[in-house]
């Protein structure tokens, strides 16, 4: 696989068959093969995530084959009107999508889905917006009801070989920004971790890094 960053929580991944784009809000494309179908896997409505101008985009870009996989909260208004192909998605379901795809939805603590993609190169996970947001001002019920709906989730993880991950660290949460990665890193095995939805302060990286040195070499 050769996974591209894009910009805050889009990654562009190519495999041998096809290409997968994680949720695209803004940010510039490499160059693709027009002959390889894309799916455009959106994890909720938020426009930090779903910017529907990318069907657009991909069919001036002359590609053949779209597949637009858009969760159950997107409303009918901002379906794609480019010729892509609609696959509607439900939280904690399993599909069979294009391209020996087969995808699993998990139910974020935010809006919509976080993604399990399996291909023929290995496991793919984007969280999309499923972590603890406790935050620092949140009550402690709130934070241990966020808590335990995070960890729920990704218990489901468990067991499974995930090559790819695709993690938020959002510097916004304060002295809480690592709480949902960290228990991901301790509950699941992961080879490669990809950080996101930092709101342009890639500095939280070097920070987890620093306080977390033994996770380095996932990174």
Known sequence: MKITYIY?????????????????????LPELDTEKPIFTLVSHRHEDHYNPEIFT??????????????????????YPHTGAELLKVYHSRVYALPCGTHLETLLSTDRGVAFLLE????????????NDWGR????????????????????????????AAFLPLDPRLGSSYAQGILYFLQQVNVKKVYPMHYWDQPQVINRFLAEYPQYRDLF
């Open 8 to 28: 805050h929580s889009c990654f562009l991944v190519e495999t041998s068959d096809c290409y997968y784009l994680f949720d695209y809000y803004r940010g510039n």
């Open 57 to 78: 985009i991909l069919s001036n870009r002359g590609m053949k084959k779209v597949y637009a996989v858009l969760p159950n909260d997107i409303p009918e208004k901002r």
């Open 119 to 130: 291909c023929r190169e290995g496991v793919i996970y984007h969280g999309g917006d499923l």
């Open 136 to 163: 620092e001002t949140d009550t402690e019920q709130e934070r241990k009801q966020m808590r335990g709906s995070y960890r729920a989730q990704i218990a489901k993880l468990k067991g499974r070989a995930i090559d």
